[in-house]
């Protein structure tokens, strides 16, 4: 027969493991909530496509050096933004990011 000592020993382990198990849970469920709005937080591809349609537009219709200038400026913020999608990527990566491009509307 076990002692109360004892089954106090085994509620105290169980009661740990659980603890454990639940600050994993709350490190992963951050760490995917993380992925997911960092993943969401830039521009897709078909975004870079569709501005840089809109700024040589915008680009096409100004008149004179500091209108093309001013249209420079204006969208040189989501240029970098779309800079920084390529930056560290494969050339298999790449060419995925290509493949995307040519299929988006």
């Known amino acids: 027969m076990a002692s109360i ?7 105290q382990y169980i009661r740990t493991q659980i603890n454990k198990f639940k600050k994993m849970k709350k490190i992963f469920v951050a ?3 993380g992925l997911v709005l960092v993943s969401c937080g830039g521009p897709s591809v078909c ?18 050096a500091d209108a093309k200038k001013a249209v ?8 970098e933004q779309c800079k920084k999608l390529g930056e560290g990527k494969s050339k ?6 290509r493949e ?3 299929n988006c509307k």
């Open 100 to 102: 995307e491009a040519k």
């Open 5 to 11: 000592g004892d089954e106090f020993k085994k509620c």
């Open 31 to 33: 760490a995917t909530l």
């Open 47 to 64: 975004d870079c496509k569709e501005w840089e349609k809109e700024a040589e537009k915008e680009y096409m219709a100004a008149e004179g």
């Open 72 to 79: 420079e400026d204006s969208w040189k913020d989501k240029q």
């Open 92 to 97: 298999e990566e790449m060419k995925a990011m």
